[in-house]
């Protein structure tokens, strides 16, 4: 009789798709609120969106559990931070201190792949990206997640961001109106939702601006 070898993992993918885009004056970061293991549905209505502080909001695929452990350890560096400096931190300084946070756990990852949205100190529309382990670009639009492989080609086509290889370097902020970029991460959901089975139910969507934080939903298939 052969030995069957336990085959234990500490990670899972709950699955989910995350995009945000930054405009000239307003950033919008949106995902799907359906959470998976394998080919069954846990939940129909869990936000991936983190408000991490007065300008900056995260969303999160990957493993959920870590996730929710990575969204505690940075309200609670931002909480320091405020008793330090009181005040809020910019989205380019929470942006290096969720890279820094991720880079640390390199060796046992937090299973996270995060998009952080917000704007920045002149009041543009930033987007940061990032892998598991902590490396970041500051990009006009990104997707992450289970659906990111079809989503990202559909926004390369419509806003075909500058080479960052550019010289003198372009800004990375996309030509499209506030509204514009809702209707498109609308029309990108719809079509994901058609192909990847982890991504549905219900699309999130958070517009950051100068007058504050608005969120909108709209239902998604649930097939």
């Avoid at 300084?93 to 820094?100: G, K, T, V």
């Avoid at 946070?101 to 998009?115: D, I, S, W």
């Avoid at 994901?192 to 517009?207: M, N, P, Q, W």
């Amino acid at each position: 009789m052969t030995k069957q070898q336990a085959n234990w993992s500490p990670y899972d993918n709950n699955g989910g798709s995350c995009v945000a885009i930054a405009g000239a004056d307003y950033c919008v970061i949106a995902a799907d609120t359906r959470m998976s293991t394998g080919y069954s549905i846990l939940t129909r209505e869990y936000s991936k969106i983190c408000k991490l502080a007065e300008k900056s909001v995260m969303a999160s695929s990957g493993f959920q559990a870590d996730v929710k452990a990575l969204q505690k350890h940075l309200a609670a560096r931002h909480l320091i931070y405020q008793h330090q400096h009181n005040k809020h931190m910019s989205c380019p300084a929470m942006a290096q201190l969720l890279s820094n946070t991720l880079y640390y756990k390199r060796f046992f990852p937090y299973y996270a792949f995060n998009v952080l949205g917000g704007l920045d100190s002149e009041g543009k529309g930033c987007v940061y990206t990032y892998d598991a382990v902590g490396s970041y670009e500051r990009v006009g639009y990104s997707a992450q997640g289970s659906g990111s492989t079809l989503i990202m080609p559909f926004l390369d086509n419509q806003l075909k961001s500058p080479s960052p290889l550019l010289l003198p370097a372009q800004d990375a902020v996309t030509p499209l109106s506030e509204l514009e970029a809702v209707d498109l991460i609308k029309t990108v959901f719809a079509s994901a939702t058609e192909r990847d089975i982890y991504t549905g139910d219900k699309l999130e969507i958070v517009v950051l601006n100068a007058d504050g934080i608005r969120r909108e939903y709209m239902e998604l298939r649930k097939d």
